[in-house]
């Protein structure tokens, strides 16, 4: 059972398009990450928000924590096809350092 | 300098079987996680070392699964008697210290129950 619920669990894109991926929890996190994993490697971060309500702009990336540090979305403009993969978040917990709960992911596609 | 490493990269079994996997950290990392992804799902936490002591186990699911850092370096997921449900990839990562922002992932193993 995952803590933190990602929508939508799929998303198919054309380049140059944009997108928004959801992460949401009825917990909360004393950060949130996310990360993009590729077929047969394991995930890597992208970022890592800690103050409710934070913004970070990484190029194109736009990440969002909320004010309640339940929830978080990230926003990608102008989509290329570099972007696909499976798109994780991750909550950190309060009471275990470095123990990361996952979603299940958002799976990225954009085509050319 | 290389990355998190881990060991073998698929292992197929019978069920029944004991296997253990290995992961090799980051040299100097001293917190080393362990989590299981299935098919479909994020990776779910299983156990993780500060050192050569298990600082929370609380995601192994059964004492069918047991982990060692013996030296505070290398670590080895061990399972008795696996289990078809077992099937998973299991992935190991990294931090300079415990709850360090940025886990170094490997690219895990892939076990198969048969």
């Known amino acids: 059972t995952q803590l933190l619920e990602q929508s939508p669990q799929f998303l198919s894109i054309q380049e140059g398009e944009n997108l928004t991926v959801y992460c949401n929890s009825s917990s909360v996190f004393s950060s949130l990450q996310w990360y993009r994993q590729e077929p047969g490697e394991g995930p890597v971060l992208l970022v890592t928000?800690?103050?409710?309500?934070e913004v970070k702009k990484l190029k194109r990336l736009t990440f969002q924590f909320g004010d309640a540090r339940k929830d978080s979305s990230l926003h990608i403009t102008a989509a290329q096809p570099g972007d696909t993969g499976l798109y994780l978040c991750a909550g950190g917990s309060f009471d275990s350092w470095g123990k990361l709960q996952f979603g299940a992911g958002t799976q990225v596609v954009v085509t050319p | 300098g290389a990355g998190v490493s881990q060991t073998p990269s698929n292992k197929v079994t019978e069920k029944g079987k004991y296997v253990e996997l290995r992961c090799d950290p980051i040299s100097g990392h001293t917190a080393l996680y362990w989590y299981r992804q299935s098919l479909g799902q994020g990776p779910e936490f299983l156990i993780y070392f500060q050192g050569t002591g298990a600082a929370d186990d609380s995601g192994l699911p059964n004492d069918r699964f047991f982990a060692v850092r013996p030296e505070g370096s290398v670590s080895t997921l061990k399972i008795q008697r696996t289990e078809r449900g077992d099937s998973a990839v299991y992935l190991c990562?990294?931090?300079?210290?415990?709850?360090?922002?940025?886990?170094?992932f490997g690219p895990g193993t892939r076990l198969t129950v048969l």
């Open positions: 990562a990294s931090t300079l210290a415990p709850g360090a922002n940025e886990q170094f």
């Open positions: 928000v800690v103050t409710g309500g």
